[in-house]
């Protein structure tokens, strides 16, 4: 690394936490710190959808799979694309509309709305602890980059990443996680689309070059595994619609014409990243073969193939990717602690000062935690599929119901939540200890078939049998 690159991914650290103090100064309430003030327009809607699921996962974790295993690596990001479009097309504008009507702050305000709240307290407790294992991929995603970038260990680049990460995000709350997402998004874009792809074709990554060295498998879109590939994309496309951070982002917009516009403008962006990314993993697989991480694959690739200067480019928009998808999730959860547990229950006359005060210092209290994850597990993959498959299943039709106002009572939902998500966690352990064969089987999918049938089951019980109507003759 030449001193030129390593100077510019300090400076943008740097910068990172200077937005994070004077976005500080710029917070009149809540509503600012959680939701930027609810004001912001349909490209700024696009960047934040962006900047917060293209990251760790879909393009370091990403191109590693790739690297591994082919073209089959593009399933992520193509699941990325298909969620974001179908929360476009059939949530973003009754979201939003929702939110203004009764000035929502955080997803599990409208499930207390429509339910009760208990029901609010388990989804509370379930998408806390989802979104802070997704924080941890995003962390030990921006660790593996500082890991090859600057020759430290993975313990000292994860304390790095992640205590700028905390540092601006606490301080700045969602008006500096705004500011920096148009910032981050064009950083991704250009060095991605622009230099990136190009670059690749240059140095070995043409498809007549790839298809000679390459096995044939790494030409197969199936070779991840159709099981898993099934799995991965049912559970990120409902984790849109169940996603904690997805209904603050939503809240955040103009209005509900900006909240839609911003989802589908996203979705157009999505595709190219996913290729281009894609791309960089598979001819890193003929140029730098025997990785023994596959995290490292693109940090590796950027290192090797471009020149001084732009390597630094691009590596500032990797940890941009990475940095900008961490931050908003930080902020959900920290949402849940200040808003949906210490108001809620604790403290309902709190003020608006110490509110924001409190944000704060939740959002330093699980970027811990995330860390701590994170320096556990350190695969970034399995963080993230692990923490969707939790809450995806468990909590999709209480959420479907509680946006189009299904008429089913709180007992439904609540037991419907509970049920699905012991009988993941218990099908993980399982899992784990390899008690049977059976449990092999992706835990996405009892996880849902729990859900649906307790939750149809016990709606239909608390209804009781259709009353009868005499016959006046």
Request: with cysteine; net charge neutral.
């Amino acid at each position: 690394m030449r001193t030129i690159d390593i100077t510019l991914i300090f400076l943008y650290l740097a910068a990172l936490v200077a937005i994070g103090i004077y976005a500080n100064h710029k917070q009149a309430d809540v509503d600012d710190y959680f939701v930027a003030g609810r004001r912001q327009g349909t490209f700024s809607m696009a960047c934040l959808w962006l900047a917060s699921w293209i990251g760790g996962a879909s393009i370091i974790g990403g191109s590693g799979k790739a690297y591994e295993a082919g073209i089959t690596g593009v399933w992520y990001v193509a699941s990325i694309a298909i969620g974001l479009l179908l929360f476009a097309l059939f949530f973003a504008s009754r979201v939003k509309e929702l939110g203004e009507k009764h000035h929502f702050l955080t997803f599990p305000d409208l499930i207390e709305h429509h339910f009760d709240s208990r029901t609010r307290i388990v989804v509370t407790l379930t998408s806390g602890i989802a979104f802070i294992a997704i924080t941890a991929g995003q962390l030990a995603a921006a660790a593996s980059i500082l890991h090859v970038l600057l020759d430290w260990d993975f313990t000292p680049s994860l304390m790095l990443a992640a205590g700028i990460v905390i540092l601006y995000t606490a301080t700045g709350g969602y008006l500096a996680v705004a500011w920096t997402d148009w910032f981050q998004f064009i950083l991704l874009l250009i060095g991605i689309l622009l230099v990136g792809f190009p670059l690749a074709l240059q140095h070995g990554g043409t498809p007549a070059e790839l298809a000679e060295q390459l096995p044939p498998s790494f030409f197969e879109l199936g070779a991840w595994g159709w099981p898993a590939i099934g799995a991965m994309c049912v559970s990120i496309c409902l984790s849109f619609i169940v996603g904690m951070d997805s209904y603050p982002r939503t809240f955040a917009a103009r209005n509900p014409r900006c909240a839609r516009r911003g989802a589908l403008l996203a979705v157009v962006f999505v595709f190219p990243i996913a290729v281009a990314a894609t791309w960089m993993g598979m001819t890193a697989s003929v140029l730098f073969p025997g990785l023994a991480d596959s995290n490292d694959v693109l940090t590796t690739f950027v290192v090797g193939v471009f020149p001084p200067g732009l390597r630094g480019f691009m590596l500032v928009g990797l940890l941009a990717a990475v940095m900008s998808t961490a931050d908003i999730c930080i902020l959900s959860v920290s949402a849940n602690v200040t808003r949906d547990v210490y108001q809620r229950y604790i403290n309902p006359e709190v003020s608006q000062k110490k509110m924001l005060r409190l944000g704060m210092y939740a959002s330093l209290g699980v970027g811990g935690a995330a860390a701590l994850m994170a320096w556990k597990m350190q695969n970034v993959l399995d963080i993230l599929l692990l923490a969707f498959t939790l809450n995806s299943a468990a909590l999709i039709l209480p959420a479907i119901a509680a946006v189009y106002a299904w008429k089913v009572d709180s007992t439904t939902a609540f037991w419907s939540i509970c049920l699905s998500f012991g009988t993941i966690l218990c099908w993980y352990v399982c899992a784990a200890l390899e008690l049977a064969p059976v449990f092999a089987i992706e835990a996405l999918w009892p996880g849902l078939v729990v859900a649906f049938i307790s939750f149809f089951s016990i709606h239909a019980l608390r209804r009781g049998p259709a009353p009868v109507v005499e016959n006046p003759a």
